[in-house]
């Protein structure tokens, strides 16, 4: 049996998480009437009974589940807000309706709009900041936008461009060498090498990545790979 740096990084994460006052829950959402069998579940963290502080979505971008992403912030903002954590669906422990076509960044929002009307305690006219990262900053930005600011506001988007153009995209390939055909290529990493070339344009320090062994950016690569296809093909 080999190594696999997986389960302590989820071991680190959810510490982090339980450190913070919050624990996992499970919503199941009302199915919607064309919708067919099946429903829609929503995996996220919050502290457990109704909100005694102002509440805080974080939402997260690509990658295995929330936890990975948020454990160095939910220490620090759960002084201050009520901090809820879902995974997004597909990702993690959420996962839509399975007669449901793949979910796009509208679909992802009105799903974590379900899911604050179905938090406990949580009152239908409370006003919800919000903040996302990467692909989060995109769903957080369609939730703002079919929201309102009346129920979602401030809004924090990080590492999200929205308004990037396909020019965009041929400069970052042309950044990237040259290789790939489409920045989906590339930003979907299927083997160790695309991943470690996608690391060495996103991290400031680059002998970061050459420290890495290729074994456990293949072993982020398989956790990662089955479900990103889905969302970067329909958003």
Sequence with gaps: MGFSFLPVMEYLSRRAFHAAGLCPHTVTLPRDPGEGSGATTIHYWAPPGEPRL???????????????????????FSRRFHVVVPDLLCFGGSSPCPSSPPPSESAQAAALAALLAALP????????????????GFVAYSLARAAGPA???????????????????RAFLERAGGE???????????????????????????????????FLIREGVQVAHPFLPLHYTNN
């Design 151 to 169: 129920r979602v506001g401030p809004v924090v988007i990080s590492n999200s461009d929205l308004l990037m153009t396909a020019e965009d995209d």
């Design 180 to 214: 790939w055909a489409s920045a989906a290529d590339l930003l979907m990493p299927l083997d160790a090498r695309t991943a470690r070339r996608l690391m060495e344009l996103s991290f400031y320090r680059k002998q970061v990545t050459s420290m890495l062994p290729d």
């Design 54 to 76: 102002p509440p805080l979505l974080l939402i997260h971008g690509f990658g295995p589940m929330a936890t990975w992403q948020w454990r160095l912030q939910v220490g620090p």
């Design 121 to 136: 305690g949580l009152p239908a006219t409370a006003r919800v900041a919000v903040v996302g990262t990467s692909y989060g």
